[in-house]
């Protein structure tokens, strides 16, 4: 909602844009991601087992009583933000570059028989790279003939170095292969514009998909398999983009415009020509005639 709310900062144009007219801008992208990983399921197991040997160690039942925990969340919440480059190919074809970082920690605490407390967490961090290419829909294909600029948007993301897994137990890297780590799919929507700025509303998924030499074994104890891991830095979406265009193209003329030429608009649209007609004297009249 926040990101939102910021966008109206800008105002929006009184007429309807009909084209992005940027050749080429930059933009940054925050978003809010529900994370496709299944593999929380191993951090979990580990706490419940950390937990049990808690309540095992207690001697009496008050300090059975004292044994508490927490559970790591059943969905890794995130904040990625990626910045990048925008090229108009042809009119309403968009070639992008982008870069981009997710970070989600997660964490919970222990207390022991004592009421000493323990921390354990995990943290998912990833740096995708990727091309993109939008396809803004022209407005006279459209139903909405008053709303904003629609565009369908299909992306191939890399992975860099960065992107990794860490605990409080241990690390594992991902591979970042040359040929890629999968796609992502969204639809956009131009929520306003203001000169050169442009801030579009996106809503995708995507599917980020990476491995390790390590295993899970080596980064959560207890439960895990050991065969390699493999696990996905992407999911659903919703995005804000905010584009600047720092070469532009100039902007057409207002075709409703009068070319001053004695050409004058009628109030239905039509035009009419005023002629100029010389004003002519009368001849004086004789007396007695």
């Given at each position: 909602m926040s990101l939102l709310l910021a966008t109206s900062a800008f105002a929006a144009s009184d007429d309807v844009v009909q084209h992005d007219n940027s050749r080429i801008s930059i933009f940054l992208q925050p978003a809010i991601s529900f994370l496709s990983f299944e593999e929380r399921e191993y951090f979990q197991d580990a706490i419940d087992t950390i937990y049990q040997e808690f309540r095992a160690n207690a001697l009496t039942a008050e300090e059975s009583l004292t044994v508490a925990k927490q559970d790591f969340q059943k969905v890794n919440f995130c904040f990625p933000i990626t910045g990048g480059l925008q090229f108009q190919v042809l009119q309403d074809h968009f070639i992008s570059a982008g870069l981009g970082f997710i970070y989600d920690n997660e964490s919970v605490v222990l207390t022991d028989r004592r009421n000493k407390t323990h921390n354990y967490s995990y943290t998912i961090q990833g740096v995708p790279l990727y091309l993109e290419y939008r396809l803004a829909i022209p407005l006279n294909l459209m139903t909405l003939s008053d709303g904003g600029l629609f565009s369908i948007v299909?992306?191939?993301?890399?992975?860099?170095?960065?992107?990794?897994?860490?605990?409080?137990?241990?690390?594992?890297?991902?591979?970042?292969?040359?040929?890629?780590?999968?796609?992502?799919?969204?639809?956009?929507?131009?929520?306003?514009?203001?000169?050169?700025?442009?801030?579009?509303?996106?809503?995708?998924?995507?599917?980020?998909?990476?491995?390790?030499?390590?295993?899970?074994?080596?980064?959560?104890?207890?439960?895990?398999?050991?065969?390699?891991?493999?696990?996905?830095?992407?999911?659903?979406?919703?995005?804000?983009?905010?584009?600047?265009?720092?070469?532009?193209?100039?902007?057409?003329?207002?075709?409703?415009?009068?070319?001053?030429?004695?050409?004058?608009?009628?109030s239905d649209g039509a035009t009419k020509t005023e002629i100029s007609t010389p004003a002519v004297k009368s001849a004086p009249v004789a007396k007695g005639q």
């Open positions: 299909l992306r191939w993301y890399w992975t860099l170095p960065g992107t990794e897994i860490y605990s409080t137990w241990g690390k594992i890297d991902a591979e970042n292969s040359p040929l890629g780590a999968g796609f992502g799919i969204s639809i956009g929507y131009l929520i306003a514009n203001w000169k050169n700025v442009n801030v579009f509303g996106d809503i995708g998924f995507s599917s980020i998909s990476v491995k390790s030499k390590k295993t899970f074994a080596d980064l959560v104890p207890g439960g895990a398999d050991d065969k390699k891991a493999k696990w996905n830095v992407g999911g659903l979406q919703l995005q804000i983009r905010v584009s600047f265009g720092v070469w532009n193209k100039p902007k057409p003329k207002d075709e409703d415009e009068g070319d001053n030429d004695g050409e004058v608009k009628e």
